[in-house]
């Protein structure tokens, strides 16, 4: 039913993340509604820059703010957690036990790190050789693992879709070697690195560039792998493909776990009844859900049939509100999401690899004529490192990029 102009819809996000924070902020200041954010975290950590002090070219301190202070001015936050959805009645019901009523409601909720999933990997990540950039303290341990790291076997793994920017899995390879090259001691160091896919990336000019840079450094690259278990005692991951296993021994082991969506997504009936991976089952281009109109998702939870990252949440942030102000008038929301999403792989502690492309892995670059930003540059690192995090902070989470 459509709103009068003096009513007020009651706007439920769930997730106080880039996404989140960036749709509620955007609708907030189009003054479509009363905004609740439903968030139970107290810091809120920007995580591209997780993959720079893995590989330390930034301080953990500059990735974390409060989540009282990144919350839009406006928009209330609600510190708990989503226990189901009922979306027949319209009510959200929470861990505490209350329970929020809506109009409208918008999953933003992001991808859970199911680190579980893969025998001994909790314990390995709990040893002191145990890193990753997909986890602030893990990605602050790395720092100084890497860092101080004079000779031995690192291993690094990236996981299988769905991940959230799962290439990320790669920068803090690249930055490590650099810093390594520049010490002298890469000759002296093994380095692994575990793909599931048979590319490094699955876009042609991007592929070019990333297995120029694997070489540079002289990564051996096992394709096609997945990591089945981890001995932490031993120090031994195992591989494979298939029926085909490899044990590979390591000193430093930095790894990213698979990734899911929240279990009540899919135990709420928001999830596709076919969809293994449990996201939100959206119309892809509009970001209204395909059951109950009144539902919408986007970020790392959407099923938007493209790459997720963060850099896709600001088009389909736009996209929601222009739909979501069409649907609260009674109009068919018409606005369209073109998949597009960007990879930035810091593959040097100076430059850059710009991936951006739409759903169909066909290049979708922000400046139209400037297509070389696929090739490797010093701008791109400039943009990635300096003006995109405070772009972040006080524009996007803001609503207003």
């Known amino acids: 039913m459509p709103?009068?102009?003096?009513?007020r819809a009651r706007i439920v996000v769930v997730g106080g993340g880039n996404a989140g924070l960036s749709i509620a902020g955007r609708l907030h200041r189009a003054h479509l509604g009363d905004v609740t954010v439903i968030e139970p975290r107290e810091q809120h950590a920007y995580a591209p820059l997780q993959s720079h002090i893995a590989g330390g070219t930034?301080?953990?301190s500059q990735a974390v703010r409060p989540q009282a202070d990144v919350t839009?001015?406006?928009v209330r936050w609600l510190r708990d957690e989503v226990f189901t959805v009922d979306p027949a009645a319209r009510r959200v019901h929470l861990v505490s036990g209350g329970h929020l009523d809506y109009d409208q409601l918008i999953v933003a909720a992001g991808l859970r790190m199911a680190w579980e999933t893969v025998p001994g990997l909790p314990e390995a990540m709990a040893a002191p050789e145990g890193i990753s950039n997909?986890?602030?303290a893990l990605a602050a341990k790395a720092s100084t693992v890497l860092r101080d790291l004079r000779r031995g076997t690192v291993v690094f793994t990236q996981p299988p879709e769905p991940a959230s920017c799962g290439a990320a899995a790669q920068k803090p390879l690249y930055l490590a070697c650099d810093w390594w090259r520049s010490l002298g001691v890469l000759d002296d160091i093994r380095v692994v690195l575990v793909l599931p896919d048979p590319v490094p990336f699955g876009i042609p000019d991007i592929d070019s560039e990333l297995h120029r840079v694997l070489d540079r450094y002289g990564v051996e690259v096992r394709y096609s792998r997945e990591v089945r278990r981890v001995d932490a005692t031993t120090r031994t991951l195992t591989i494979g493909h298939g029926d085909d296993e490899e044990t590979l021994a390591y000193d430093v082991l930095h790894a990213v776990p698979p990734q899911r969506a929240p279990e009540w997504i899919a135990g709420s009936g928001l999830a596709d009844a076919d969809d293994p991976h449990g996201f939100v089952d959206v119309d892809p281009?509009?970001?209204q859900h395909r059951r109950y109109p009144d539902v919408w998702s986007?970020?790392?939870s959407a099923r938007v049939a493209t790459r997720p990252s963060g850099g896709a949440i600001r088009p389909q942030a736009k996209i929601l509100a222009k739909n979501l102000r069409s649907a609260l008038r009674g109009a068919t929301p018409s606005a369209r999401y073109d998949g597009y999403s960007v990879v930035p792989f810091t593959v040097s502690r100076g430059t850059v690899v710009f991936a951006e492309f739409d759903r169909w892995g066909h290049p979708r670059p922000t400046i139209p004529f400037w297509r070389s930003l696929s090739r490797e540059r010093r701008s791109?690192?400039?943009?990635?490192r300096r003006i995109l995090p405070w772009v972040y902070w006080?524009?996007?989470l803001r609503g207003r990029a």
Do not use: K, M, Q, V
Not at 3 to 7: G, L, R, Y
């Open 3 to 7: 709103h009068s102009p003096t009513s």
């Open 58 to 60: 930034a301080r953990a």
């Open 285 to 287: 281009e509009t970001l």
């Open 380 to 384: 791109t690192w400039i943009a990635d």
């Open 394 to 396: 006080n524009l996007i």
């Open 298 to 300: 986007l970020g790392d």
């Open 134 to 136: 997909y986890d602030l």
């Open 72 to 74: 839009p001015p406006g």
